[in-house]
T-cell receptor, first 107, second 116 residues
Framework: EDQVTQSPEALRLQEGESSSLNCSYTVSGLRGLFWYRQDPGKGPEFLFTLYSAGEEKEKERLKATLTKKESFLHITAPKPEDSATYLC????????FGTGTRLLVSP | GAVVSQHPSWVICKSGTSVKIECRSLDFQATTMFWYRQFPKQSLMLMATSNEGSKATYEQGVEKDKFLINHASLTLSTLTVTSAHPEDSSFYIC????????????FGEGSRLTVL
């Protein structure tokens, strides 16, 4: 059964305190690994797509990396506005979503 | 960019009534749209896949007669919750695929349905 597991479930950081979020997956026929940001009461906002092990993508303070079994979302020197739930999804025709990591960055 | 608009953002209705939610891709044509349901602090659960001009494909356990999906054009899909009951209260989110060669989905803002 296709499965995506994210950890930790919740993470509290001080502003400027870098950390990483984990996404492990077991998906047959993986064509892509996707990261999204979701703010409360809103739909997910697309961040990154990773297609092959070793691939990395960056956007501002976020960097996503991919291995054969997991992906990491690295957050460097986070700011309070980075507070959100970060979702990971895997697959292609149908995406399987993890339950997300709720990130809270305190000033 | 890829903008998906969903309407209404929130709706309150009485038990037994039907509610329609619209999903539009504003700056691209979407051959495939997806409807998700999300409960508090839970992941997105795929309800159905909607293809333009054909019948929607529903996930196991989703009642097709309760959740009617129509994909009338390349930019519009609708979800109608028929004879809504309190247990149908949830956050419904649509998404659209911009191209067939990449997998990323672009999501609408979501619709919060409360059935009294």
């Amino acid at each position: 059964e296709d499965q995506v597991t994210q950890s930790p479930e919740a993470l509290r950081l001080q502003e400027g305190e870098s950390s990483s979020l984990n996404c492990s997956y077991t998906v047959s026929g993986l064509r892509g690994l996707f990261w999204y940001r979701q703010d409360p009461g809103k739909g997910p906002e697309f961040l990154f797509t990773l297609y092959s092990a070793g691939e990395e993508k960056e956007k501002e303070r976020l960097k996503a990396t991919l291995t054969k079994k997991e992906s990491f979302l690295h957050i460097t020197a986070p700011k309070p506005e980075d507070s959100a739930t970060y979702l990971c999804a895997a697959g292609f025709q149908k995406l399987v979503f993890g339950t997300g990591t709720r990130l809270l960055v305190s000033p | 960019g890829a903008v998906v608009s969903q309407h209404p953002s929130w709706v309150i209705c009485k038990s037994g009534t039907s509610v329609k939610i619209e999903c539009r891709s504003l700056d691209f044509q979407a051959t495939t749209m997806f409807w998700y349901r999300q409960f508090p602090k839970q992941s997105l659960m795929l309800m159905a896949t909607s293809n333009e001009g054909s019948k929607a494909t529903y996930e196991q356990g989703v009642e097709k007669d309760k959740f009617l999906i129509n994909h009338a054009s390349l930019t519009l899909s609708t979800l109608t919750v028929t004879s809504a009951h309190p247990e149908d209260s949830s956050f419904y989110i649509c998404s659209a695929r911009k191209t067939a060669t990449t997998g990323e989905l672009f999501f609408g803002e979501g619709s919060r349905l409360t059935v009294l």
